[in-house]
């Protein structure tokens, strides 16, 4: 244990949460990769991050499960030490179509993977970072989406749903936490080419709305990663409650 700061970061093996734990590491954060299931991805990247001379645990975790986000903040906790930032990355979508197509297990699904899991983790974030509870405080940063505000008609309206209640979430938090040494901020993606697009049945579906992006492309990892590390370190010391789209102008 020592006195670097500690991130932890949800759906941390894949994806936007993957090119946000490498930013963290190199800028020396002990950084906890969380995953759910691709256990090869986790600890692939885990390798990456230590041969460069970083620090990083890796824990599986189901973020929508009470009992694995307490063994999760627990863990972290017990191994790498305080914490600091947690980034709530993780998050799902399924098949493209339309509402009256949609079952009650899906739409549950989306939910609570997507919702309930932020909140399970903000609960465990703010239980020991407020100062109400002896803490020194810190930040939280969550990842919403660009459908949070276009509503994903045709796609997927559970997940721009879903995403508009992590707006809320942020938003309410925030101000809940303001006064106790928390801030909590919000990166609203575009389409970034990462894996979930194939989860939604069309992995190539930036191909096809590239076109209507202002900057004619979609977007990097790296990119809202960039985002995220900016509204968790000390450089937006001033930003809570505040939301930033990373979506190339859509
Ligand atoms: P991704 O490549 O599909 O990766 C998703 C990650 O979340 C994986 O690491 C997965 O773990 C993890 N995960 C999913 N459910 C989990 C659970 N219940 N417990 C723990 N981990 C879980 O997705 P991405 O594109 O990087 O998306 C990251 C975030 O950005 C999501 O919140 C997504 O909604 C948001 N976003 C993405 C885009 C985009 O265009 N890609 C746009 C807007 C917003 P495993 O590796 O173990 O499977």
Same mark, same amino acid.
């Given at each position: 244990m020592n006195n670097q700061k500690v991130a932890i970061i949800t759906g941390g093996g894949r994806g936007i949460g993957a090119a946000t734990v490498r930013l963290f590491a190199k800028n020396d954060y002990a950084v906890c990769i969380n995953y759910q299931s691709n256990v090869e991805a986790a600890n692939q990247l885990? *390798?990456?991050?230590?041969?460069?001379?970083? *620090?990083? %645990? /890796?824990? *599986?975790?189901?973020?929508?499960?009470?009992?694995?986000?307490?063994? =999760?903040?627990? /863990?972290?906790e017990r191994e790498l030490g305080a914490i600091s930032v947690l980034v709530n990355n993780a998050g799902i979508l399924k098949k493209q179509m339309r509402l009256e197509e949609m079952s009650a297990e899906r739409i549950n699904a989306v939910l609570i993977n997507n919702v309930t899991s932020y909140f399970l983790c903000c609960r465990e974030a703010v239980k020991r970072m407020s100062t109400r509870h002896g803490g020194v405080g810190g930040v939280i940063v969550n990842v919403s989406s660009g459908a949070a505000c276009s509503g994903s008609p045709n796609e997927y309206i559970d997940y721009a749903a879903s995403k508009g209640a992590v707006d809320t979430l942020t938003k309410g938090l925030s101000l809940e936490v303001a006064a106790e040494g928390i801030r909590v901020n919000c990166v609203r993606p575009g389409l970034i080419y990462t894996d979930m697009h194939a989860s939604g049945g069309e992995p190539d579906r930036i191909a096809r709305l590239a076109k209507n992006i202002p900057l004619q492309r979609g977007g990097l990892p790296e990119e809202?990663?960039?985002? %995220?590390?900016? =509204?968790?370190?000390?450089?937006?010391?001033?930003? /809570?409650?505040?939301?930033?789209?990373?979506?190339?102008? =859509?």
């Open positions: 885990a *390798q990456e991050v230590k041969a460069q001379g970083g *620090q990083c %645990i /890796t824990v *599986q975790a189901d973020v929508s499960n009470e009992s694995d986000v307490e063994r =999760l903040f627990a /863990t972290v809202v990663a960039e985002a %995220i590390f900016w =509204l968790a370190s000390d450089k937006s010391s001033f930003a /809570t409650g505040s939301f930033l789209n990373v979506s190339g102008g =859509l």
